[in-house]
């Protein structure tokens, strides 16, 4: 007999957690710029995404928030999620 987690594997993609962002968002940051950013340093609300960091490294993102975006969005599609609109700050 099956335990209960085999009958709502299929469901486990559908939502699509604030974890898998941050971590596809952490990947298209250092693809771009070549920074490293921990995850605790974002934080997402509504339609913005909030990155906690100083100096060279927030102007190095701020300067390439386009091209992180785009990477964004299709690392999210490469992962089976839609691609969102959200601003990062």
């Not at 971590?23 to 250092?30: D, G, I, R």
């Not at 701020?62 to 959200?86: H, M, Q, W």
Request: glycine share 4%; charged share 25%; hydrophobic share 40%.
């Amino acid at each position: 007999m099956q335990n209960i987690a085999f009958y709502l594997q299929k469901y486990s993609k559908i939502g699509f957690k604030q974890e898998s962002f941050k971590k596809c968002l952490t990947e298209a940051v250092k693809e771009v710029c070549n920074i490293v950013i921990d995850q605790k340093q974002i934080k997402i609300n509504n339609d913005t995404i909030f990155v906690n960091v100083v100096g060279v490294e927030k102007s190095e993102i701020f300067l390439n928030k386009e091209k992180i975006n785009k990477v964004f969005n299709l690392n999210l599609e490469s992962k089976g999620a839609r691609p969102v609109l959200k601003n990062i700050i």
